[in-house]
């Protein structure tokens, strides 16, 4: 939306500078896009009649002219324009004007002495039009200032509207926001009914009220369609936009652009019987103002004659029936059309208009037939003719609707943040021209015509907010009362565990939940998954049960990309089906914590040799994550898992995950040449932990003895370790595996167990017969329970 400033003025005036004006209609939501000046900076310039045109004695294009501008003497000016001619009027530039990007003098053009220029508008800095000089109406007044006469200080502002905010897209519109955010009274132009003279009228039907609800008419007689549009209505026009075509038609914009309600004209001689708004016939074409033969669609509505379609309807008007410098009398339309049956149409054949761009956004059906008594009010005025009767058809039960809105001011205040009161309110819904119903601090509002935004509650403490001024409202901090969160000493944060496993030299990956079928199969033997309806990748069809094919696949696209060493970790949720005997009860979530260790122990380094990772490596970082629990680790046999290098994770009895190397058949299925190690936890009961407990510290030196045990080859370590442990005297500290032996000396079915025993007491230095009784103790206890021996 583009206006002169000078034009909005005309309707409300107030005390502000036009940048502080843009400031004011940008925060009500009225976005000023630009604000530009309508002509570049100069001055010197007047207006000037050409009195006599004579040849140049010494070149054939160019012309010797006496021009009057208004300074008492003549002056003598070499003029190369090719419309020049005497009697004519334009701007005329005094020696010692400055123009945009040249200063005039007194000079010699061919040896004939020049006292100034006269002026194209490409030279003023108006437009690129540079065939002529501007030719200025006749009565324009010799010697005024140019800048005055066409209003060159003016300044354009061009708006940028939400959809929402069709009651803006007009002059009237806009100066009632302005007259809202200001105080400031709006002078609308007085709108007289023209006087009817003759009974020259034409019928309407509404065939489609739904689609409009309401048509005025009339016929115009006698007009002189070749008559000039004023300059002032011209000069408007073009500087919202519009360019000038004729008479009648550039009224019938000028009334859009100041009412927001869009007319139209047709050749009345041209039509035939009543005029129907009706939907169209199949196949039926029609030939439009723009030249495109179109074929409306089945919803889209069309103005018609009985034999005929003439326009579609609120989009853009026939070529068949407009008017031209032939017409004598026409038939002048103002009509309301509901936003739906205009919306898309045009887009839908490749362009807009104007009129579509307001009608599909809601245009005022209260002002249809003042518009009409407008656009009749200035063809009489300007083309002359005689006005016929309006016709109107209307149908209530199809205009929209203008339901209460309620609006609690207490709402509105802890919305906004702001105290407000009801006396602000009652006023700031005056100044929108809303009409009301007050019960305490309590209104029944009732949006006006021009409004199609107002629905809620919501809507009208937008309003509120937008003439309060969104400057005026406080930025306040969000506040509130903070306390320390009682933190639990029994439990620690996955933050924790995360920065564990990066200081252990793994990095975190985050997979997607949805992963293949055969991954489910391979990795959780789960041939039941949750399966998606909808999937996003067809290899993505199902649901993970386990954390351990993403990180497989994370491995395989390391090695795609030549990087042997991989060390990864992931914490998420798996899904699993939740089955009560034959029936499925619903899903499981578990959290868990997982990760995968392949290739080369540490970097290539030249102080440690090449090793991979095995399975104890791993065993360290479970252990290590699990700190301060002691975990135990029972042989387990799992799809995923090497049948002999891999265990199951226990706590305090219970089965809390898995570790072990990956089994040899997938290895070879996904190509990843060395087998990697891999482990799964529950996450909840990873982040459980003991309450700290105090242990004195012994300022007596510890004692420590080694005891190597030959036990069957099938006896696990861990119950023995458990077991040495439970048998041991209180002042024990710590007994540690810390070899395991075959071979020479040892029996072929048998293997050493070397365990090393600290012992220390807190009250005195131990003495070589209490150690030795406390040896005695664990080793008689290994042999009742494991069939231990003494290695000799």
Not at 55 to 71: N, T, W, Y
Not at 217 to 223: A, D, E, L, P, Q
Not at 269 to 286: D, I, K
Not at 437 to 450: K, L, M, N, Q, W
Request: charged share 25%; hydrophobic share 45%; aromatic share 6%.
């Amino acid at each position: 939306m583009q206006f002169p400033e000078h034009w909005l003025r005309e309707f409300v005036n107030p005390p502000l500078t036009s940048a502080e004006l843009a400031h004011s209609l940008t925060m009500a939501g009225l976005e000023v896009e630009a604000l530009q000046n309508v002509a570049p900076a100069f001055g010197g310039v007047v207006v000037a009649q050409v009195l006599a045109v004579d040849k140049h004695p010494d070149a054939d294009k160019l012309k010797l002219c006496r021009v009057d501008g208004g300074q008492g003497e003549t002056l003598q000016i070499v003029c190369g324009a090719p419309n020049v001619s005497a009697g004519m009027k334009v701007p005329c530039a005094l020696v010692g004007a400055e123009l945009p990007g040249i200063k005039i003098k007194a000079a010699k053009v061919r040896g004939v002495e020049s006292f100034g220029m006269l002026c194209s508008a490409r030279e003023l800095g108006l437009s690129e039009d540079h065939s002529g000089l501007l030719a200025l109406p006749d009565d324009a007044p010799v010697g005024v200032d140019i800048r005055s006469y066409l209003a060159l200080d003016d300044k354009l502002f061009t708006l940028k509207l939400t959809p929402n905010r069709a009651d803006c897209l007009s002059l009237k519109g806009v100066a009632r926001e302005v007259g809202a955010l200001t105080g400031v009274p709006v002078v609308l132009p007085e709108i007289r009914e023209a006087a009817v003279a003759g009974d020259r009228r034409r019928e309407v039907v509404l065939d489609a009220p739904a689609a409009c609800p309401r048509y005025c008419g009339r016929v115009v007689t006698g007009i002189d369609a070749k008559a000039p549009t004023p300059g002032w209505m011209r000069r408007r026009l073009e500087r919202s936009g519009i360019r000038s075509i004729s008479a009648v038609v550039d009224v019938t914009n000028y009334v859009m652009l100041e009412l927001g309600q869009p007319l139209h004209a047709f050749d009345n001689a041209r039509l035939h019987g009543a005029v129907h708004v009706r939907f169209p016939a199949p196949g039926e074409q029609l030939l439009l103002l723009n030249g495109q033969t179109v074929e409306p669609s089945a919803d889209t509505a069309l103005i018609a004659d009985e034999k005929r379609a003439l326009a579609m309807a609120g989009i853009m008007g026939g070529e068949e029936s407009g008017i031209g410098d032939a017409t004598a009398e026409l038939f002048l339309e103002s009509a309301f059309f509901a936003p739906g049956a205009v919306a898309g149409k045009a887009r839908a054949l490749g362009f807009s208009s104007d009129a579509s761009y307001r009608f599909e956004r809601g245009v005022d059906f209260a002002t249809t037939r003042e518009a009409l008594e407008r656009a009749t009010q200035l063809i009489l005025d300007i083309c002359g003719g005689h006005a016929g009767p309006v016709t109107e058809a209307i149908d209530c039960s199809h205009l929209p609707k203008r339901e209460a809105v309620r609006l609690r001011v207490a709402r509105a205040e802890k919305i906004l943040g702001i105290r407000l009161g009801g006396e602000v309110a009652a006023r700031l819904l005056k100044g929108l021209d809303f009409s009301f119903t007050r019960e305490g601090d309590t209104f029944i509002v009732t949006p006006p015509s021009h409004r199609f935004d107002i629905a809620i509650e919501e809507d009208l403490v937008e309003e509120l907010a937008r003439l309060h001024g969104y400057d005026n409202i406080p930025a306040r901090l969000p506040q509130g009362l903070l306390a320390i969160l009682p933190q639990n000493e029994q439990s620690r944060s996955i933050w924790r565990l995360r920065r564990l496993l990066a200081a252990r030299d793994y990095q975190e990956v985050v997979n997607y939940s949805f992963v293949e079928v055969a991954w489910e199969q391979d990795f959780s033997a789960n041939r039941e998954p949750v399966v998606l309806a909808n999937p996003i990748a067809s290899q993505m069809g199902v649901m993970r049960s386990s954390l351990i094919g993403g990180l497989v696949a994370n491995l395989v696209n390391n090695l795609n990309r030549r990087t042997e060493r991989v060390r990864v970790f992931e914490t998420g949720r798996c899904f699993l089906r939740d089955s009560q005997g034959d029936q499925i009860a619903g899903f499981l979530q578990p959290k868990r914590i997982a990760a995968l260790a392949a290739g080369p122990t540490a970097p290539e380094q030249w102080g440690l040799a090449m090793r991979h990772t095995d399975f104890f490596d791993v065993k360290a970082d479970v252990e290590a994550l699990l700190a301060p629990l002691l975990a135990r680790f029972e042989r387990l046999d799992h799809p995923a898992l090497h049948p002999g290098r891999s265990a199951s994770v226990v706590l305090h009895g219970r089965v809390v995950g898995l570790i072990g190397e990956l089994h040899p058949q997938w290895v070879q299925k996904y190509e990843l040449g060395a087998a990697p190690v891999v482990f799964e936890l529950d996450l909840d009961a990873v982040l459980q932990q003991p309450l700290p407990k105090y242990r004195e510290v012994s300022r007596f030196p510890a004692v420590v003895r080694d005891l190597a045990l030959v036990v069957d080859q099938e006896q696990p370590a861990q119950d023995m370790l458990e077991g040495l442990i439970a048998a041991a005297p209180v002042f024990v500290r710590e007994v540690v595996l810390f070899d395991v032996y075959h071979g020479k000396g040892v029996e072929p079915n048998k293997k050493s167990l070397a365990f090393r025993v600290v012992m220390q007491d807190t009250e005195k230095t131990l003495s070589d017969g209490e150690v030795d009784a406390a040896l005695v103790v664990m080793i008689e206890a290994a042999a009742q329970k494991f069939a231990a021996k003494l290695r000799s």
